[in-house]
């Protein structure tokens, strides 16, 4: 078992940044693909970003390439999210997710955090 505990989230005004974090126990972590994903009210889980486990592969969705950053400590388990200029429409609980394939699809990860609000502000 994984356990997956993300922080960090809150509301911010639009143009603003926010880190968030996502702190993993139970087994090697360093052995999972990591990611990021969120869920606006009425809307299906989207992939945010994803990072292998050495971090040699990363991969963002287009709505984010270039404002956020996903980075990961196998030392300290835990996975970053860096978001800068952030917009309204980045409003969402934002999830961390560990699974064995890196893709992109949420069915395909093991394990899932409870989830961290993100509020942009307009």
């Known amino acids: 078992q994984v356990q997956l505990v993300e922080s960090g989230g809150g509301l911010v005004q639009a143009g603003g940044s926010l880190r968030l974090s996502c702190a993993a126990s139970g087994r090697t972590v360093s052995r999972y693909a990591m990611a990021w994903f969120r869920q606006a009210p009425g809307e299906e889980r989207q992939f945010v970003a994803y990072i292998w486990q050495s971090s040699d592969s990363i991969s963002y969705a287009d709505s984010v390439r270039g404002r956020f950053t996903i980075s990961r400590d196998n030392v300290k388990n835990t996975v970053y999210l860096q978001m800068v200029r952030l917009i309204p429409e980045d409003t969402a609980v934002y999830y961390c997710?560990?699974?064995?394939?890196?893709?992109?699809?949420?069915?395909?990860?093991?394990?899932w955090g409870q989830g961290t609000q993100v509020t942009v502000s307009s």
């Open positions: 997710a560990a699974g064995l394939r890196l893709v992109s699809r949420a069915d395909q990860y093991d394990y």
